[in-house]
């Protein structure tokens, strides 16, 4: 069975710009979250989504966003990019809502210029 | 609220010597814990889990850890260290009992291994 997908793997950006990343779960995984891994700060949720349903949220300013489709699969978008932005973002899915185990993502590495 | 805390960031040891990675969770209700390793340039695999059953879990590579709810601890232990060991290792609960599949993370342990 295929593990997690993202992409793009790598991606620089200029400040101010907005991107898009992607994420493909595990076949019959329902549930996908985001997280974003910093050396400062570490690793951080972001939010997760289940049956295309925001159903958790983290402490991050409204610039990051993301979305899930029918099929699963699931994007995050910051727009206004900012220096700090600068992370991995990695992407993880579980199989429903009451297992927490979680299956990780290579992750995007977004470098902002 | 949840909240992990590993007390070391760094660890070092020598090649076939035991691991001894600590972890200490706080959290409201009933927790799941995980130990996953992240190699360089990665992403995060999952090393183990705790989720009520066996109080000492078996993970993959020989990895085990014990959950101590008195101590409110989940060490990572290893009998014998690897090259291939050499990771940054976090621990990671997650509350039975919240509105779906949050994760908190400890800041994570590198663990350095010496030929």
């Known amino acids: 069975k295929a593990g997690v997908t993202q992409t793009p793997r790598y991606l620089i950006k200029t400040r101010g710009q907005q991107v898009t990343l992607s994420c493909s779960p595990i076949s019959g995984h329902r549930s996908v979250s985001w997280y974003q891994q910093t050396p400062g700060q570490g690793l951080q949720f972001l939010f997760e989504?289940?049956?295309?349903?925001?159903?958790n949220k983290g402490n991050f300013p409204g610039r990051f966003s993301g979305r899930q489709f029918s099929n699963s699969r699931s994007e995050m978008n910051v727009s206004t990019l900012e220096l700090g932005d600068s992370a991995l973002y990695l992407c993880a899915s579980s199989l429903a809502a009451a297992v927490y185990e979680q299956y990780f993502g290579p992750g995007t590495r977004l470098t902002v210029t | 609220a949840q909240s992990v805390t590993q007390l070391d960031s760094h660890v070092s040891v020598s090649e076939g010597t035991p691991v001894l990675l600590r972890c200490n969770y706080s959290?409201?209700?009933?927790?799941?814990l995980f130990w996953y390793v992240q190699h360089p340039n990665k992403g995060l695999q999952l090393l183990l889990k705790?989720?009520?059953?066996?109080?000492l879990v078996k993970g993959i590579n020989g990895f085990e850890a014990e959950f101590k709810k008195s101590e409110t601890s989940f060490h990572l232990t290893k009998p014998s260290a690897h090259m291939s060991d050499a990771a940054e290792y976090f621990c990671v609960v997650s509350e039975r009992g919240n509105a779906g599949n949050m994760l908190t993370f400890g800041g994570g342990t590198r663990l350095m291994v010496k030929p």
């Open positions: 959290s409201s209700y009933s927790p799941s």
């Open positions: 989504y289940f049956s295309e349903t925001q159903r």
């Open positions: 705790y989720t009520s059953a066996a109080t």
